[in-house]
């Protein structure tokens, strides 16, 4: 199991569309680490860390976002592995 961490930046109709709350399940369903916070732009961020099969399988749902969001760009950025975090949070 190759670990990998992903930097995702979500641009769209993606806030107050319970996109967060979607990728905080979805991640955990994944056994995925890390986080997803709204930007003050009107993007949502997120980092993934995990597997990077499970990762790619979460960019693939990112691009389809929760069922009211409409997504018009995932912008993805790899980075080291850090594993400091132990599960996925909402961040505020």
Known sequence: MATARAHVFI???VQGVFFRAYTRDKAL???????VRNMPDGRVEAVFEGDRGRI???????NEGSPYA????VEVHWEEPRSDMRSFEIRY
């Open 11 to 13: 641009s769209g109709r």
């Open 29 to 35: 369903e994944l056994g995925l680490r890390g986080w």
């Open 56 to 62: 790619e399988e979460m960019l693939k749902w990112c």
């Open 70 to 73: 409409r997504v018009e760009d």
